[in-house]
């Protein structure tokens, strides 16, 4: 899976970096307390998050990233007496089907993650 905040560069620009990094950091936490513990959680760049699910069908794996993307939506942050909500669009692949090595596999969740954005938002792709 391929985790891309939604709109992520608007909290930069209307509250600053550090409200940024701090909401960088609420993300991780949301995600790696949500996560199963062989799960495998970083950040990669930016507002991109990648998560490794093993041993999971595409169907399960959909169904944990959504979990996921539910508990960070229903999460919020303050900053400057306002609330911030943070939600993220993904992209997924699954091991073989999608690609035989990292960097292909990547590359399809990856522009699965562009399409959800470019679908609305807040959602996760490319495990049906």
């Known amino acids: 899976?391929?985790?891309?905040?939604?709109?992520?560069?608007?909290v930069n620009d209307t509250y600053g970096h550090l409200t940024?990094?701090?909401v960088l950091k609420h993300?991780?936490?949301?995600?790696?307390?949500a996560k199963r513990g062989e799960d495998t959680l970083g950040r990669i760049g930016g507002e991109e998050f990648v998560l490794l699910l093993p041993d999971l069908s595409a169907p399960a794996a959909l169904?944990?990233?959504?979990?996921?993307?539910?508990r960070l939506a229903e999460s919020s942050?303050?900053?400057?007496?306002?609330?911030?909500n943070v939600t993220m669009s993904g992209g997924g692949?699954?091991?073989?089907?999608?690609?035989?090595?990292?960097?292909?596999?990547f590359?399809?969740?990856?522009?699965?993650?562009?399409?959800?954005?470019?679908?609305?938002?807040?959602?996760?792709m490319g495990l049906t």
């Open 1 to 10: 899976m391929v985790f891309d905040l939604d709109y992520f560069k608007r």
């Open 20 to 22: 940024g990094d701090r």
């Open 27 to 33: 993300t991780a936490d949301i995600l790696a307390a």
């Open 63 to 70: 169904q944990a990233a959504e979990r996921l993307q539910l």
């Open 77 to 84: 942050i303050e900053a400057e007496g306002k609330t911030i």
């Open 93 to 105: 692949a699954v091991f073989p089907e999608d690609g035989g090595d990292w960097d292909s596999l």
């Open 107 to 124: 590359a399809v969740a990856d522009k699965r993650c562009y399409a959800s954005k470019q679908a609305g938002h807040n959602r996760v």
